[in-house]
Every structure is written in C-alpha cells, then in structure tokens.
C-alpha cells in the first residue's frame, strides 16, 4: 500500500506542477489512471510574501506548520514543499513537524552527484539564492555552486515574482533566463538548478544553454518513489 503525500504549496503555478506531476507520473508505477493519494493546502502566498520581504523565517515556519498539520489531519504520511525558497525555514519546521519531510534541495543535489555534474549554477528567487539552502545540501555532497551577479538575480526574481508566479510567460523573460544561464555556464558550470518551482514552465532542456535540475518535477518523483516504496528519503 503507498504511503499518502501531503504537499505544503506556497505558490500556486509551482505546487499545481508538482500535483500535476506526481498524478501523471503515477501510471509508470501503478497503472493505467492510478496515483498514490495526494493531498494539499496552502494559506494565502501573499502571507508568504509578507514574511519573506521582513526577512521572518519564524513567520514563514509558521505557515508551513499550519499546513502540516492540517495535512497530518487529513492522513499524509509524510511532507513535501515544491518551493524552493521557503526551505530556509525548514529547521525551525521539523523540530515541530507531525510528519516527516523530503527536502527539495537534497533530492536535487542527489540526482545532480548522480548525473555526474561538478558545479552548479544557482538559479531561483533572490531570497533563495542568496541563502544556504543550496550550498549546504550541494557541499554535503562535494558539489560546488555558483550565484548569477548580482543584476542577473534581480532580473530573475522580479520574472518570478512579476510574471511567473501568476501564470505569465513572456518570450523576453525565457530569452532572460537563457542569457543568465549562458554566463553561469561560461563561468563553469556544467548544470544549472532551476530552483524556483515555476521555472520548469519556461526553461527546460530543449531551450536551456545548460543541463537542467528541475526541482519541481524531481521533488514530484521522489514522492512518488518514496511513497511506493521504491525508494527510500530521509
């Protein structure tokens, strides 16, 4: 029997395309029209967004646990969150979670050492890229990381936060996206992490001047392997 997912969302493009995911991919696992049972919740994004401008963590924790328990209340077993950035507030999340997690930037650093890659570029929110959340979970690993400059984090984040958070998809801001990536890959990198869970819906390996870690779609199957138990996180 497999185990029921509960999914933390804080953006709805984002968590929508990990549902989506973990429902279609299903069938490779358990047949035609079958997926493990899924269930989701998120408070407003904008509570999200008032707490991530303050630079409050603590505020952040709180809206991820209200989540968790909620889903704990409707019988998942475990917790995934398809957002990048609000795993800063993991550690203060877990020490009072009812339910475990799958850390997205663990299962991304996973597949990138078992990949091959060597150094990654880091690519995502300003609030994400400039935190740890990558840099630990890649160095546990021997994988070394680069940020975009400065202006190429500020460019990404207002797409995100402007445009791709609300569903909006410009061909200016994919050409955007590619540019940043080019330099990262000029600079070394042999990968790029697409760590905003809503860059999946621009940049992927048809248009991507890197190899790319789609933390959306990897984090959906981990779940799912996770959940069947072909293999085990955490």
Same mark, same amino acid.
């Given at each position: #029997? ?31 029209? =079958?997926?493990?049972?899924?269930? #989701? ?6 509570? @999200? ?6 630079? *409050? ?12 328990? +909620? ?7 475990? &917790?995934?969150?398809? *957002? ?7 550690? @203060? ?5 009812? &339910? ?17 890659? +060597? ?9 994400? %890229?400039?935190?740890?959340? @990558?840099?630990? +979970? ?7 990381? &680069? /940020?975009?400059?400065?202006?190429? /984090? *500020? ?5 995100? #936060?402007?445009?791709?958070? +609300?569903? =909006? ?5 994919? %050409? ?6 080019? /330099? ?5 990198? *042999? ?41 085990? @996180?955490?």
């Amino acid at each position: #029997m497999s185990l029921h997912i509960g999914i933390v969302a804080c953006s709805a493009e984002g968590a929508a395309l990990c549902y989506q995911t973990i429902c279609a991919a299903g069938e490779d696992l358990l047949g035609p029209h =079958a997926h493990t049972e899924v269930s #989701m919740h998120t408070p407003s994004f904008a509570e @999200y967004v008032v707490c991530l401008d303050r630079g *409050d963590q603590k505020g952040v924790a709180e809206l991820m646990l209200l989540s968790a328990n +909620k889903l704990a209340a409707a019988g998942a077993d475990f &917790l995934i969150c398809p *957002d990048n950035t609000i795993h800063q507030a993991l550690p @203060y999340v877990e020490p009072r979670s009812p &339910l475990p997690w799958l850390h997205i930037a663990e299962v991304v650093a996973a597949e990138a050492a078992g990949r091959g890659f +060597k150094r990654l570029g880091l690519t995502g929110t300003r609030w994400l %890229v400039e935190s740890t959340v @990558y840099p630990d +979970k890649l160095a546990a690993l021997g994988l070394e990381w &680069l /940020r975009p400059e400065l202006q190429d /984090r *500020d460019a990404i984040h207002r797409i995100i #936060m402007d445009e791709l958070v +609300k569903g =909006a998809f410009k061909a200016e801001s994919i %050409v955007t996206f590619q540019d940043v990536t080019g /330099r990262l890959r000029d600079n070394g990198c *042999d990968a790029v992490v697409l760590g905003c869970t809503e860059i999946p819906l621009i940049i992927n390996e048809t248009n991507s001047p890197l190899p790319c870690l789609d933390s959306t779609r990897l984090l959906a199957h981990a779940a799912l392997d996770h959940s069947v138990g072909k293999r085990q @996180y955490n």
